[in-house]
């Protein structure tokens, strides 16, 4: 292994490290925001996964969404084992499909797109694996949290995701720029000359952004 490679992974896992802390504080400032339904939180470490995705790949995210779910569950979490599930089920099924796309090729329209299927698919996921899941772990009649899924679950998870699409949209750019100024950021992590953002899609990506903030506060209500 050449110099430079050696380098570039050095750097690689400096920067899933540093991620993984970041996405790890993320997640403690959005704990003590209201949950919807007294246990539905909202939790912004999916952003900076989704990030990471995009800067280091889909491998990278997975790696991260495990190693910040399993600090979760040893440090502040109360929900043990299948609050672990649920953390890693639902932030790799909205940071992978991103990742994916975007490795493919380095577009605001792939990003976009994965980021739609992210949404897509981890709120699918969620309303499955709750129906599977929460009889047991709220110990209630399956018939219960049916009921719950289309006016509870459904919404919750389609603004989280939103919400979390949004802001990965506006972060990701500044992120990406910062990190490659300091030099953490390897050369197979970004394109040569990576695209900025459109207005119209950080415009966009505001609107969605504050509409789901909205929607978010008056579900706590």
Do not use: H
Request: glycine share 6%.
């Amino acid at each position: 292994m050449s110099e430079t490679s050696n380098r570039n992974s050095t750097k690689r896992l400096t920067l899933m490290a540093m991620l993984a802390a970041i996405a790890y504080a993320a997640m403690l400032i959005t704990r003590p925001l209201p949950a919807v339904a007294g246990f539905l939180s909202y939790d912004l470490k999916d952003v900076i996964i989704a990030i990471a995705g995009f800067l280091l790949g889909p491998a990278a995210a997975l790696i991260i969404t495990v190693t910040v779910s399993l600090i979760e569950m040893v440090t502040v979490s109360s929900t043990g084992p299948i609050g672990l599930l649920m953390n890693v089920l639902s932030t790799a099924a909205f940071a992978l499909p991103p990742s994916l796309l975007y490795r493919r090729e380095r577009t605001l329209k792939n990003a976009a797109l994965g980021l739609g299927l992210g949404v897509a698919l981890m709120t699918a996921m969620m309303l499955a694996w709750n129906y599977i899941v929460t009889p047991m772990y709220m110990g209630v009649p399956r018939q219960v949290v049916a009921g719950m899924l289309l006016p509870t679950f459904l919404p919750f998870n389609l603004v989280k995701g939103g919400l979390n699409a949004g802001i990965t949209m506006l972060l990701y750019k500044p992120l990406s720029a910062a990190l490659k100024k300091t030099g953490l950021l390897p050369r197979q992590g970004e394109a040569a000359k990576p695209r900025r953002f459109s207005p119209a899609a950080t415009l966009i990506s505001a609107m969605v952004v504050i509409t789901c903030v909205v929607v978010f506060i008056l579900m706590t209500r």
